[in-house]
């Protein structure tokens, strides 16, 4: 069987959640391997392997991490190469995005973004894609090359599946293109507890209905009684409520969490296209006529202020 | 420095986007217009620009009707203009596009930066400006909200999931912007009226010294199977909040097992 090459997710080797369900995924299409770049992959290494990878592609060199993108496209291109697998999944992140759309052209093989599902079709692998902001389904293949394929965060739920995670070193003489953009600083951003949002699994979003900067406190209050990654909406961002890392929509990021809750948003289209593809909406918000509630699964008709600091004692109260 | 900027005519941000059953491709009946996010990069080149000198290009593939996006560009203050714009490209996806653009880009003589918006609001792959780069041999600066050029250097801040990084290349080079770069300007009544009368070269696919076969639907290396409209959700239970609506709500969290 194929190998599938799945790029890990990870912060000095502390695993994404999201590849774990690339590994999961990339077994209805073939054998999966995980490819590590950078340093950490003894502290990643057992969990690939509980979550399927029968081999661990470890490319381990310092200056891999210096550069834009590219270095890691050139490590998946001689992998391609050298092994021919079935497909490359990478998350459907800016960061993974690109570094397939260079893969693409170094492989001549074509790219499929947002995928929500994989299958396989006589050997073909068939993509589920979501476009348009989750409004339209399509099933996608590549035709030529390589099928590369940017999978959506929380697409499927991780399994475990054990495998054996030989770990096989790659070595990789970068190419001078590749040192072009040089990265001089780092700077992470104080964010405290809260998981990231495109990678969040329980989503709470405030929109212009929460009214200022200070009352997204209670925006922030609930979702770290859930657990949750906080959102925006742009009306939130471009008021300079929230910093715009938070915004959900159309020209901010695309959130599939298994839970969304919209706080005071209208449920604008562009908002809509960010979150549409949440397997379960929840919306609070004073209008009944807000285009927000067509979407939910529950809908609270109400004043936030009240709805949710009592939602968010209550949630206190069951977990004890 | 000579800037080249790509733009992009999209379907109204504001109208529910679908596919054209026949072709499979993007319906563009609608409403169009210049893409958002190529606003920010059209303002960042012209800020530089104004600051350092030089001449702004617009570079946009589509068909006839995108010179409306094209004019837009040109109204806030970019000096001329070259569309791509061909039959065969209809139906190109992101290689393709790619390539077109490449080839146009080769020939404006002695350009020192590409400039795009991070993505397109109609297929949002965010993967043509990569692609672009790596075709072009030039260093890739992408998801930036601020560029420094100073002589031959650039120095920009590339926007992260938890930050931000520093990165440096030296020009000629390929940038890609995100909101918050910059407030793009409005085109002024004079600016309407210059841009009538500033240059637009139009390329078909030959002039860029490409064969048919490897833009459009036939280039593609992507092939879709089947689309469908995904099925409306169902409406769910709207509650009043009668003073207990919060606890109704975790009632409703518990029964999906959230709480």
């Known amino acids: 069987m194929a190998q599938v090459l799945v790029l890990v997710e990870h912060t000095d080797g502390a695993v994404k959640k999201v590849t774990l369900e690339l590994l999961t995924m990339a077994k209805a299409v073939g054998e999966p391997a995980a490819v590590f770049v950078g340093s950490g992959v003894d502290a990643a290494a057992d969990k690939l392997a509980e979550y399927g990878a029968e081999t661990i592609y470890v490319a381990d060199a310092a200056e891999l991490n210096d550069f834009v993108v590219a270095p890691v496209a050139e490590v998946l291109a001689k992998l391609v190469a050298e092994q021919s697998p079935a497909a490359v999944l990478v998350a459907a992140t800016a960061n993974g995005k690109e570094i397939l759309g260079r893969l693409a052209i170094k492989t001549n093989s074509g790219v499929l973004t947002d995928a929500t599902g994989l299958s396989g079709d006589g050997g073909a692998v068939v993509a589920e894609q979501s476009i348009f902001g989750g409004a339209t389904i399509v099933h996608s293949k590549v035709t030529t090359g390589t099928p590369l394929i940017a999978v959506l965060p929380n697409a499927t739920p991780p399994v475990a599946a054990a495998a054996a995670g030989n770990r096989v070193a790659v070595s990789v003489e970068l190419s001078a293109a590749a040192k072009a953009a040089k990265i001089t600083d780092r700077v992470v951003e104080e964010k405290g507890e809260r998981p990231e949002l495109t990678e969040a699994a329980i989503v709470v979003s405030g929109g212009r209905g929460v009214g200022s900067a200070e009352n997204m406190g209670v925006v922030e209050r609930l979702a770290d009684s859930l657990g949750a990654a906080v959102g925006a909406s742009r009306a939130v961002v471009d008021a300079g409520w929230y910093p715009h890392q938070s915004q959900v929509g159309q020209t901010g990021k695309t959130v599939s969490p298994q839970l969304y809750i919209a706080c005071g948003i209208s449920g604008a289209i562009q908002h809509r296209a960010g979150m549409q593809t949440s397997k379960t909406i929840v919306a609070v918000n004073k209008d009944r006529e807000a285009p927000i509630f067509d979407l939910a699964d529950y809908g609270v008709v109400g004043d936030l202020h009240k709805v949710l600091p009592q939602a968010t004692e209550e949630i206190l109260k069951r977990k004890g | ?259």
């Open chain 2, 1 to 259: 420095m000579n800037i080249v900027v790509c733009v992009k005519q999209v379907p109204d941000t504001w109208a529910e986007k679908k596919l054209d059953p026949a072709s499979q491709t993007l319906d563009r009946s609608g409403d169009n217009i210049l893409n958002e996010m190529d606003e920010f990069a059209i303002e960042a080149a012209l800020q530089l620009t104004e600051a350092h000198g030089g001449t702004v290009t617009v570079l946009s593939m589509g068909p006839a009707s995108a010179t409306d996006a094209i004019r837009k560009a040109l109204s806030m203050g970019a000096d001329s203009a070259v569309h791509v714009q061909d039959d065969a490209l209809a139906g190109s996806d992101a290689p393709g596009t790619s390539l077109a653009l490449a080839k146009a880009v080769q020939r404006i003589e002695g350009f020192d930066l590409v400039i795009a918006g991070c993505e397109s609001s109609d297929s949002r792959t965010s993967v043509v400006p990569a692609m672009l780069a790596e075709r072009l041999e030039l260093p890739q600066l992408t998801f930036v909200n601020k560029i420094d050029v100073d002589g031959s250097a650039l120095q920009v801040r590339r926007m992260t999931d938890d930050g931000y990084q520093v990165v440096a290349a030296s020009l000629p080079a390929v940038v890609s912007v995100v909101e918050k770069m910059n407030e793009p300007r409005y085109p002024s009544f004079k600016g309407i009226m210059a841009a009538k009368k500033k240059p637009v070269d139009v390329l078909s696919v030959a002039d860029l010294g490409l064969d048919a076969g490897s833009i459009g639907s036939a280039g593609a290396w992507t092939a879709v199977a089947d689309a469908a409209n995904r099925p409306p959700r169902s409406a769910g239970t709207v509650v009043e909040d009668d003073g207990n609506g919060g606890i109704a709500l975790v009632d409703f969290l518990a029964t999906g097992k959230f709480v």
